[in-house]
């Protein structure tokens, strides 16, 4: 058997199973996976991934080996592996997967080394950590690497400020920021799965309840969105004021955290920033008050503060931990504040994953033709990538569209017809 760490290989039958499930919502995917097994785009290959271990990462582990790599799959947050699905990788596609849901920092750390240890050619990201333990603690491994690939906003974010520093040492493809990505799997995406990750956790009515969210990129307004069709009474919280001024033309309300603070019955961040949510605001909050995060790291509600504030802590349902504060009050945290879609859930569905892991095998394969005009720098997806996902994706929900006819065409390049 393929080396690996994964919870228990007993597991593995019902991740095969799984996964079976996902790989029907994923056609986009699924015909890649058909031209990777006849062309071999990446024969040769060795890839170093590090994402959710989740069914549909499992989807594109296959299409990445089909396409001739050797791939390596560590997890991307210590609590959203699926255990099932690793071992379903390790027994049924010979897949090294390093991964345990509930591992601690330093686990998670070793597994992120045991992932590189085969030299990998390319990185594939969600949030940077690979990149950051290479530049960091593995420099040696730095011949070998040709580029890599992101797959969050946070983790663009910290390698963009890498570039701008000068310190990045090879090119990143930045599948974030391609608009079949995060048009789709940030929104639709997260505005689901966060509904999904706090109603499995606590099983509340949302209808009635006061949601606070903070931010309103991309995920805030999927998740606002699907908060208030769910009958909640939504109120954002922004730094940005153009997206404030979007929350209130959307018919949110918007406030500053500090008043927020005193009216929500359940918060929920999702703003890539740290401490959004502190000893200040829960100082203020109703007993009661549920806390969950949606962000990429869990950073975003300062949990020592709220350790620090409170003279009991009891987990009261699995994902959930009561925080007794010191006048009795009770504060809820979800998830211990890591990304609750995937710690209490299962993640985006697969229908949405499909648009974003067909950027990742198609940005893999991009890597290996141009890697060497590349600099060390951040590129967005190549728009003719992204067409092509649309265009994919459209086809297999079976929905045509116009297209231009030429007197339209000839219409858009002159400048000259007008009033
Ligand atoms: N990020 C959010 N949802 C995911 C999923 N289902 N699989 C992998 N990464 C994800």
Known sequence: ??????????????????????????????????????????????????????????NLMEALKLGGADVRLTASNPLSTQDDLAAALVRFYDIPVFSIKGEDNATYYKHIHSALDHKPHITMDDGADLVNTIHTKRQMLLKDIIGGTEETTTGVIRLKAMAKHNVLRYPIIAVNDAQTKHFFDNRYGTGQSAIDGILRS???????????????????????????????????????????????MDGYDVLPMSEAAKIGDVFVTVTGNKNVIGRQHFLKMKDGAILANAGHFNVEIDIPALMKLSKQKKRIREFVDEFTLADGRKIHLLGEGRLINLAAAEGHPAMV?????ANQALSVAHLVRVSKTLENAVYPVP???????????????????????????????DWEEGT
């Open 383 to 413: 728009k003719e990538i992204d067409e092509e996902i649309a265009r994919m994706k459209l086809k297999t929900m079976g929905i045509k569209i116009d297209a231009l006819t030429a007197e339209q065409k000839k219409y858009l390049a």
């Open 353 to 357: 994953m499909d648009m974003s892991f």
């Open 1 to 58: 058997m393929v080396e690996h760490d994964v919870k228990d290989m007993k597991l593995a039958e019902r991740g095969k199973l799984r996964m079976e499930w996902s790989r029907q919502f994923m056609p986009v995917l699924n015909s890649i996976k058909e031209k990777f097994a006849k062309k071999k785009p990446l024969r040769n290959i060795r890839i170093s991934a590090c994402l959710h271990v989740t069914t549909e990462t499992g």
């Open 202 to 248: 606590t099983n509340v009515l949302i209808a009635g309840l006061n949601f606070v969210i903070a931010g309103y990129g991309w995920c805030g307004r999927g998740l606002a969105r699907r908060a208030q069709g769910a009958g909640a009474r939504v109120t954002i919280t922004e730094i940005d004021p153009l997206k404030a001024i979007e929350a209130v």
